[in-house]
């Protein structure tokens, strides 16, 4: 098999209007957290969107965005984004070079 190499920059979308939402665990709550990215933050939306599959299965794309909008400052930077090393980990771990999740 040929050797993945991803990097964040190859992995992000270049043009600034993909809309991006995951979970991160919040050791403050000790639980996960569903966000969003605005710019370069994370927000947390999880008074709006208790869990990702809420999210993914309910609301709309133009919803997501006006809750990322409007969502309070929440983590300063996009540090939190996955390493190359963790993203390859990952790929690798769940035997597949790539792997895309789309919404219809």
């Not at 709006?48 to 133009?62: D, R």
């Not at 919803?63 to 939190?80: C, F, G, H, L």
């Not at 963790?86 to 999740?101: E, F, N, P, Q």
Request: net charge positive; proline share 9%; charged share 20%.
């Amino acid at each position: 098999m040929p050797q993945l190499t991803l990097s964040v920059q190859e992995s992000m979308p270049r043009d600034g209007h993909a809309l991006l939402v995951g979970r991160a665990w919040l050791p403050s709550d000790d639980g996960p957290a569903v966000i969003g990215v605005r710019g370069a933050e994370a927000v947390n939306l999880t008074r709006a969107y208790p869990t990702a599959s809420h999210l993914l299965n309910v609301a709309k794309p133009e919803e997501i965005s006006s809750a990322i909008r409007r969502a309070p400052r929440w983590v300063a930077s996009t540090r939190w984004l996955p390493t190359a090393s963790r993203v390859r980990a990952t790929a690798r771990s769940r035997g597949s070079s790539r792997r895309a999740i789309s919404r219809p």
